[in-house]
């Protein structure tokens, strides 16, 4: 069964509302600006970058042994990523041959999840109905439900033992004769599951099954309170890299931009396409960043300006119209201020890049504008050949 609450908001409360909401979306309307010409230098620095890491990368066939030559210089290598050491989880006793041995907790919980529906009352007030509803779920810490709005579920989760998330990485891990260094080493996936002793299920209520230690009744349904463990561990294997190498390991490549370049990814993957991947990836993240920023305009502009739609809360139908014209006016204003920022930061970062467009553009204009005069012209012509 749900809970519902309902709220009530005054005309004046809200009123007083969308005055701080003038000045919270002052502040983030500069700070959205600021984030668009922030990301089209990003992207031009991360570009030059990249540009200038692939003119000087040597691609390297073999890193079975250390070539003093390479040190100081940006490479391209594949080889297989691998340890001898032994890494063992403190708490378990459960040690692998790997480069890096992970536990996972969950927790078996009443999760609270909300939904609000507001509605406008004559006289400018609100009321917000707010529909909580609960299930039953894996999570990654306990959740406490003292703080539940719905008095007959709070107080309803408990856990039977508390186990926290642990990391243990392997200190060397080898690439051919090379060292890579945590950042890499961190980059290389834990995915394979960890073979646990049976030994593990030493209590009552706790039960080992594949790479999983249960601790609960019955695994096949559990009930809340019940935690659950999950061992992986990252094995490794072949792997191409992109870095700088500085001795028997490797740090990034540094641009005078300020931008770096280090990366890793498992398989054999060619040095074109490893520059490619990490272009894209660049274009990908511009992309994300301008749509994100040009929502935020809007949204701070919506946030400025939602006070004209306040006033005319007094009679809501009047205020569904009011709400759609500033919607519309703010979208319009909010996508012509992003597209002008945009454009500014394309000046500064891409100048001849922007002066060719602009020129493009010129010639269009001109071109649509002399198309326009001749047509104008001809129709006088035409009517009085027509006429006559």
């Known amino acids: 069964m749900a809970y519902q609450k309902v709220t009530k908001t005054s005309y004046g409360s809200r009123l007083g509302s969308s005055l701080k909401g003038i000045v919270t979306g002052l502040l983030l309307f500069v700070a ?4 668009l010409w922030w990301n089209e230098g990003r992207a031009v620095k991360t570009s030059k970058m990249l540009k200038s890491a692939e003119s000087v990368c040597v691609d390297v066939a073999d890193v079975s042994a250390v070539d003093p030559a390479l040190n100081g210089q940006m490479i391209h290598a594949t080889a297989v990523a691998k340890t001898d050491e032994t890494v063992a989880d403190p ?7 790997a480069i890096r041995l992970v536990r996972e907790v ?3 919980q009443w999760v609270e999840h ?3 529906e507001t509605k406008d009352k004559l006289g400018g007030g609100q009321e917000t109905v707010t529909t ?3 299930s039953r779920e894996w999570v990654g810490s306990p959740v406490n439900s003292a703080n539940f709005h719905d008095p007959d579920y709070q107080g309803s989760n408990s856990v039977r033992l508390t186990v926290q998330d642990n990391v243990v990485s392997a200190a060397k891990v080898d690439f051919g004769a090379y060292v890579l260094p945590p950042a890499m080493a961190n980059a290389i996936p834990a995915s394979t599951p960890v073979a646990l002793p049976a030994e ?3 209590g009552t209520d706790t039960y080992v099954s594949g790479n999983v230690v249960y601790y609960g009744e019955n695994p096949s349904s559990p009930a809340v309170g019940d935690v659950r463990v999950t061992f992986l561990q990252a094995d490794g294997g072949e792997a191409s890299i992109l870095a700088q190498v500085t001795g028997n390991t490797f740090e990034p490549f540094r641009h005078k931009n300020g931008k770096s370049l280090m990366t890793l990814r498992m ?6 396409s490893m520059f490619e991947s990490e272009k894209a990836a660049n274009k990908m993240l511009l992309w994300v960043i301008r749509i994100l920023g040009i929502m935020l305009v809007i949204a701070a502009l919506r946030m400025m300006f939602s006070i004209l739609v306040t006033l005319l809360k007094v009679l809501p139908p009047l205020a569904k119209i009011g709400e759609v014209g500033v919607n519309l006016v703010t979208f319009i204003v909010g996508l012509a201020w992003s597209l002008i920022i945009i454009l500014i ?3 500064v970062w891409r100048p001849v890049l922007a002066i060719a467009l602009a020129v493009v553009v010129c010639l269009l204009i001109a071109f649509l504008v002399s198309k326009s005069k001749k047509a104008a012209a001809a129709a006088p012509a035409e009517a009085s050949g027509e006429i006559g």
Do not use: R
């Open 345 to 347: 930061a394309w000046v």
């Open 267 to 272: 398989g054999n993957h060619s040095m074109e």
């Open 106 to 108: 969950e927790y078996y």
């Open 91 to 97: 708490d378990y006793g459960v040690s692998v041959n």
């Open 132 to 134: 909580y509803t609960y």
């Open 32 to 35: 959205a600006s600021a984030l």
């Open 114 to 116: 909300s939904k609000s």
């Open 200 to 202: 593990l299920a030493n």
